[in-house]
C-alpha cells in the first residue's frame, strides 16, 4: 500500500479533503495492489445522521453509512421490498456484509481481472492506457453497453435490487446542496471514459438511498447465478417485481446484474410483458427482445444462452407458471 | 499516530503507521497471533475477529479507523485452561486438518449463532423472519471462512455441537 495521509471527517465540509472512505471492503482491497493509491483518505464514519434508516413518506431513506448486513436485517425492508434483503444476502460473505455500506456498494469498482493486474493496460485504471480484455480471458465481462475502451461488467447484488426497486440516490455537494439521482440515471457507460463511472462530481457525497413506497401484493425475486453456491460474484442475475391479475401481468420492474457496466434494464421487455398473459411463448419472445445476436467478447457468449434461460425460469417463477420454490422468492406484504 | 482500541477487554494505545491495518496491529503490535493472514485480501476469512461484536476481516480494517472499538480475538473467547463450547467442539469432532483458518472458523461460528439467534436471515433461508441451525444454513452463513484441507463437514459438526450445547 502507498502511504496517504488518514483525515477523520467531522463535518460534511471536510470530505473533499481526499478519498472517501467508509466501510473500506472494496478500496482498502484494491490500495493494497496499488490499483488505487491516494494521497489521502477521508474517514466519514464518525459522520452523524449517515446511519440510520428513516420512513418518509411511505417509503424509506437509507443512509449511507448503514451496513449491508444492518439493511438485509431491516423489519420494514424484508416486508415491504424482500429483493433488496434477498439481493443483499446473495452478495459477499456475512464479514463483509457487516463492514460495507450502502453508499459504497453503489460505488464498488469492476472486479475485470484486467482492471486488477496493474502489469495489463486498462482504460478504466489509466485513462487511454488501452484495454487487455480485448482479445484477452473474460468469461466476467459485459454482454450490453460496452465500448471500444471498457468491457467490464458492474458486480453489484444490491444496486441491481435497488434499480428494478427505482430507488434514488441522495447527494450532497460542497455547496450545501442535496439533490436526488435515479439509479437508472446515476451510472453512465464506459463510452471513451471508463474511469468517468456515475454522475457523482469531485465534491459529492451520497449521502442516502431512498427507497419508493412499496408495492403490496407483488412477488419478488432476486436470481443470481454464480460458479459457486455462495460467496462469488454473479455472472448473471435478475431482479424483478410483478404485479398480476389473475394470470395476466399487469405492472413489472426487471433490472439485471452481472452483463453491462451498471445494472441494465430494457424497456422493450417490460412493454412486451406488460398488460400480457404470462405463457412460456410470451417469454421466449421476451427474451428474443432481450438477449442480443452476438456478444462483445467471445468468452461472453456463453452469458446469451445463460441470460436467455435465467430470464425464462425467472418470469415463470414470478408469475406462477412455475412451482415458486427457492428461497430467492418473496411476496410484498 | 495513535489509535486506542480495546483487545478482549484490555485498552491498548497504539502509536502506528497510517497504512497499519487491524490484523497487523493484533499480531505484530499487541503479539496476539492467534488471528491469522491469510489472503489479505477478505476472501478467505482466517483474520476473523469481532468488531463491536460483529464478524469482519481485520485485514479489511485500518486501525486508524478504530478508535475507542472493541474488538473479540480468539485469545478473547477462551484459554488452554477454559476452553469455550466452539474450542471443545472443534477438538470433539476434530474440525480442523492443518489449524490454520481454525481462529478464524471458531470467531465467525460464535458470531454466527448469535446472528441466528437475533433472527437474522441467510440467502438460502425459506423465509426471511425464521431460520434454523441447518446444515445448508451453516454452510452459507459460513462461506466466507475457506479451509483449504476442505474439513468443511467436521467444521461444520462441530459448529452445531457446540450450538446444542449453548442451548
Known amino acids: 500500500m502507498r502511504n496517504f495521509e488518514y483525515h477523520l471527517a467531522s463535518s460534511f465540509k471536510d470530505v473533499t479533503n481526499g478519498q472517501i472512505i467508509a466501510g473500506g471492503t472494496n478500496l482498502l482491497d484494491l490500495m493494497k495492489i496499488q490499483v488505487m493509491a491516494p494521497d489521502a483518505l477521508v474517514d466519514i464514519t464518525r459522520l452523524d445522521g449517515l446511519s440510520d434508516i428513516q420512513v418518509e413518506g411511505k417509503g424509506l431513506r437509507i443512509g449511507a453509512l448503514v451496513t449491508n448486513t444492518a439493511l438485509a436485517n431491516d423489519a420494514r425492508v424484508k416486508a415491504g421490498w424482500p429483493l433488496l434483503s434477498r439481493a443483499i444476502l446473495a452478495g459477499a460473505s456475512a464479514q463483509i456484509r457487516n463492514k460495507a455500506t450502502t453508499g459504497g456498494n453503489l460505488l464498488q469498482r469492476t472486479r475485470c481481472p484486467y482492471f486488477y493486474d496493474t502489469s495489463q493496460s486498462c482504460n478504466k485504471r489509466n485513462p487511454g492506457d488501452g484495454c487487455a480484455a480485448k482479445g484477452g480471458a473474460g468469461r466476467m465481462l459485459a454482454l450490453f453497453g460496452t465500448s471500444e475502451h471498457c468491457l467490464a461488467a458492474h458486480p453489484s447484488d444490491m444496486a441491481v435490487a435497488l434499480t428494478a426497486l427505482e430507488a434514488e440516490v441522495e447527494i450532497y455537494n460542497a455547496a450545501r446542496e442535496t439533490r436526488r439521482v435515479r439509479m437508472q440515471e446515476f451510472y453512465q457507460g464506459p463510452g471513451s471514459r471508463p474511469d468517468v463511472e456515475n454522475v457523482l462530481g469531485k465534491d459529492d457525497l451520497i449521502t442516502a438511498i431512498v427507497l419508493p413506497p412499496p408495492r403490496s401484493g407483488e412477488r419478488q425475486i432476486y436470481r443470481k447465478v454464480r460458479d459457486r453456491a455462495s460467496y462469488a460474484f454473479a455472472l448473471v442475475s435478475i431482479a424483478g417485481s410483478v404485479a398480476m391479475r389473475g394470470e395476466t401481468i399487469t405492472d413489472l420492474r426487471l433490472a439485471y446484474g452481472s452483463v453491462a457496466p451498471h445494472p441494465w434494464t430494457d424497456r422493450d421487455v417490460a412493454r412486451i410483458l406488460k398488460n400480457q398473459k404470462a405463457s412460456n411463448e410470451l417469454f421466449q419472445r421476451a427474451a428474443d427482445a432481450l438477449v442480443p445476436e452476438t456478444a462483445p467478447h467471445p468468452d461472453t457468449d456463453y452469458k446469451r444462452i445463460l441470460l436467455r434461460r435465467t430470464f425464462i425460469a425467472t418470469m415463470r417463477q414470478l408469475t406462477g407458471l412455475s412451482d415458486p420454490e427457492g428461497s430467492d422468492i418473496a411476496r410484498t406484504n | ?167
Open chain 2, 1 to 167: 499516530m495513535k489509535t486506542t482500541i480495546i483487545v478482549n477487554g484490555r485498552l491498548h494505545d497504539i502509536e502506528h503507521d497510517a497504512r497499519r491495518t487491524l490484523l497487523e496491529t493484533l499480531r505484530d503490535d499487541l503479539d496476539l497471533a492467534g488471528t491469522k493472514k491469510g489472503c489479505d485480501h477478505g476472501q478467505c476469512g482466517a483474520c476473523t475477529v469481532l468488531l463491536n461484536g460483529k464478524r469482519v476481516n481485520a485485514c479489511l480494517c485500518l486501525t486508524a479507523m478504530h478508535d475507542g472499538d472493541q474488538i473479540t480475538t480468539i485469545e478473547g473467547i477462551g484459554s488452554s485452561e477454559r476452553l469455550s463450547a466452539l474450542q471443545k467442539a472443534f477438538i470433539e469432532k476434530d474440525g480442523y486438518q492443518c489449524g490454520y483458518c481454525t481462529p478464524g472458523q471458531i470467531m465467525s461460528a460464535a458470531a454466527m449463532l448469535r446472528e441466528l439467534r437475533n433472527g437474522a436471515p441467510s440467502y438460502v433461508s425459506e423465509d426471511l423472519e425464521t431460520s434454523e441451525l441447518s446444515d445448508s444454513e451453516m454452510a452459507e452463513r459460513m462461506s466466507g471462512n475457506l479451509c483449504r484441507c476442505s474439513a468443511y463437514p467436521l467444521i461444520r459438526e462441530a459448529i452445531a455441537m457446540a450450538a446444542e450445547v449453548e442451548k
